[in-house]
């Protein structure tokens, strides 16, 4: 299995989500560059987090329309396993593979910690490995972060099972003091209504070795390890 | 021809930039502020003899690029 990691100018996660799946899982891992228009021999490919064209315009909307954004969407379509992470979560709304839109922090700050989240949806392959409402500790690196969709969505989403990950308390309680952003529903994470785009603020890839304060990530990989298994 | 394109928030979308400048504006005693919302302007130049076709333009860019429909509205005004 192989998986693709798409580099956008100013993408600045691409290098760690490497690192983690190359060296901390052992799977193969290859660069794809924004310009390219062709996702042969990749199983999953991941949108990483960065500042991609200086969040210009809205974050992510610039390179929700570079030439490799018609191949995701492909392979999307196809039943293809997509994750976005942080910037790459707001490039999947601009490019509509998301529902949804993630605007600034309800406190205008950039917030840069580890927060507890919980796993609202463990049967995806995203979060298979997770127990059903485990809490897990993930970093959050965000200016843009504030999940927003309408009444109509967040209540589909809500119905359906389509949030995977909430921002809640260590004990699992979605209370609005654990919410960090102002992100409706506490929405740290959706899937795609096949399940197979998960769209995440908090970096898993910064949560999968103990040496870096946290291995609660580690899930995401290892989910998506099994299921392309 | 030379287009002005206005992006603004939603109603009921919540603008925190439009809340901490309604706040300084406050703290500087302009008392009677009751609200500010933040948007974006444009100006653009396009190559066009038809307002009606480059009108018809300038609101795919909108719908496609320049606003996220999901949290803006748009306006267009042709010179």
Same mark, same amino acid.
């Not at chain 1, 993930?138 to 972060?145: K, N």
């Not at chain 2, 925190?16 to 302007?41: H, N, W, Y």
């Not at chain 2, 009606?52 to 795919?60: C, D, H, Q, S, Y």
């Given at each position: 299995m192989k998986f693709g990691i798409v580099v956008f100018p100013g993408s600045n996660c691409d290098h760690d989500c490497y690192h983690a799946i190359k060296h901390v899982f052992k799977k193969d891992a290859g660069y794809i560059w924004h310009k390219d228009t062709s996702l042969k021999g990749y199983d999953c490919v991941i949108l990483p987090g960065g500042f991609s064209y200086g969040d210009y315009l809205r974050t992510g909307a610039i390179a929700s329309s570079s030439p490799v954004m018609n191949e995701v969407v492909g392979f999307a379509k196809k039943g293809?396993?997509?994750?976005?992470?942080? $910037?790459?979560?707001? %490039?999947?709304? !601009?490019? @509509?593979?998301?529902? =949804?839109?993630?605007?600034?922090?309800?406190?205008?700050?950039?917030i840069c910690k580890h927060v507890p989240v919980r796993v609202d949806n463990n049967s995806t392959?995203?979060?298979?490995?997770?127990?059903?409402?485990?809490?897990?500790?993930?970093?959050?690196?965000?200016?843009?972060?504030?999940?927003f969709a309408d009444a109509e969505t967040t209540k589909r989403l809500e119905g359906s099972g389509r949030i995977a990950f909430r921002y809640s308390t260590a004990a699992g309680a979605v209370t609005d003091e654990a919410n960090p952003n102002g992100?409706?529903? $506490?929405?740290?994470? %959706?899937?795609? !209504?096949? @399940?197979?785009?998960? =769209?995440?603020?908090?970096?898993?890839?910064?949560?999968?070795?103990?040496?870096?304060?946290?291995?609660?990530?580690?899930?995401?990989?290892?989910?998506?390890?099994?299921?392309?298994? | 021809m030379k287009a002005k394109v206005y992006v603004?928030?939603?109603?009921?979308?919540?603008?925190?930039?439009?809340?901490?400048?309604?706040?300084?504006?406050?703290?500087?005693?302009?008392?009677?502020?009751?609200?500010?919302?933040?948007?974006?302007?444009?100006?653009?130049?396009?190559d066009g003899a038809s307002i009606?076709?480059?009108?018809?333009?300038?609101?795919?860019m909108c719908e496609r690029l320049l606003a996220n429909t999901v949290i803006e509205n748009y306006r267009i005004e042709i010179e």
């Open positions: 293809g396993l997509v994750l976005g992470i942080c $910037n790459g979560f707001q %490039i999947l709304t !601009e490019a @509509g593979l998301l529902p =949804g839109a993630l605007m600034r922090n309800r406190g205008l700050k950039f392959p995203f979060t298979a490995k997770y127990g059903k409402n485990e809490v897990v500790d993930i970093p959050i690196a965000h200016a843009d972060g504030n999940y992100a409706l529903l $506490n929405i740290a994470g %959706i899937v795609s !209504e096949g @399940g197979n785009v998960l =769209g995440m603020m908090p970096h898993p890839e910064r949560a999968s070795e103990p040496e870096l304060g946290s291995v609660g990530g580690r899930g995401v990989f290892e989910s998506i390890i099994s299921a392309l298994s | 603004t928030l939603k109603k009921g979308v919540l603008d925190p930039q439009g809340k901490a400048v309604m706040g300084a504006l406050k703290t500087m005693s302009f008392d009677e502020v009751r609200d500010v919302r933040i948007g974006k302007f444009m100006e653009i130049e396009i009606e076709k480059e009108e018809a333009r300038l609101r795919e």
